[in-house]
């Protein structure tokens, strides 16, 4: 069974800095292409960040510059990196590989 579970969201100030982990099991992170994507409320789910299996990486305008995407195939692991958070961050932050997806990761920008 393919799971993917989502850590280290959390309520932070702006300007702050967090880092998300997306963890699986049941699916060789390693061989796959992994993204980020978040929903803030009221609005529709939209794509942050993506990471081959080859280590390239892109990411959306809207965090381009304060994002970072890894990953540590090691631990089956994909990293989110955001800094510089603005309010406008404030969403719940999923990954997906292939069809499967997490349960998503709530980070709140707030003063």
């Known amino acids: 069974q393919v799971q993917l579970v989502e850590s280290g969201g959390g309520l932070v100030q702006p300007g702050g800095s967090l880092r998300l982990s997306c963890v699986a099991s049941?699916?060789?992170?390693?061989?796959?292409?992994v993204g980020w994507y978040r929903q803030a409320p009221g609005k529709e789910r939209e794509w942050v960040a993506t990471?081959?299996?080859?280590?390239?990486?892109n990411a959306a305008n809207s965090v381009k510059g304060r994002s970072t995407i890894s990953r540590d195939n090691a631990k089956n692991t994909v990293y989110l990196q955001l800094n510089s958070l603005k309010l406008e961050d404030t969403a719940v932050y999923y990954c997906?590989?292939?069809?499967?997806w997490g349960k998503g990761t709530l980070v709140t920008v707030s003063s």
């Open positions: 049941g699916i060789d992170f390693s061989i796959n292409t």
């Open positions: 997906k590989q292939g069809t499967y």
């Open positions: 990471i081959t299996s080859s280590g390239n990486a």
